[in-house]
Nanobody, 123 residues
Framework: VQLQASGGGLVQTGGSLRLSCAAS????????MGWFRQAPGKEREFVAA????????FYADSVKGRFTISRDNAKNTVYLQMNSLKPEDTAVYYC?????????????????WGQGTLVTVSS
């Protein structure tokens, strides 16, 4: 599956952005989907994930209550709605797909990765 992330940009503290990740290739509904991010000088970290049947969502503590992950299997797209953004949310955001069940926050369990989209939150 090929993944294309979009929607990043520059936003002020407290603002909102919605990231999208469009998938092409094999059946999108066969994959759990996740968002990860990498801030300058830091390792990539888990942000959020959603199960293939849309029944379960998972969030890092740092974004819980502010970010919402969702998916539209008919459009082969996963979204990350980001509200109340903070400067520490500044990072390149990557979407990823995996076939193995569970392990939603484990980076190495993801099989496919998009190219990343930059989110910059100004203070």
């Amino acid at each position: 599956v090929q993944l294309q992330a979009s929607g990043g940009g520059l936003v002020q503290t407290g603002g909102s952005l919605r990231l999208s990740c469009a998938a092409s290739g094999r059946a999108f509904s066969n994959y759990d989907m996740g968002w990860f991010r990498q801030a300058p000088g830091k390792e990539r970290e888990f942000v959020a994930a959603i199960s293939r049947n849309d029944a379960n969502t998972f969030y890092a503590d740092s974004v819980k209550g502010r970010f919402t992950i969702s998916r539209d299997n008919a459009k082969n797209t996963v979204y990350l709605q980001m509200n109340s953004l903070k400067p520490e949310d500044t990072a390149v955001y990557y979407c990823a797909a995996k076939t193995v069940r569970y392990y939603y926050s484990v980076e190495r369990r993801y099989d496919y990765w998009g190219q990343g989209t930059l989110v910059t939150v100004s203070s």
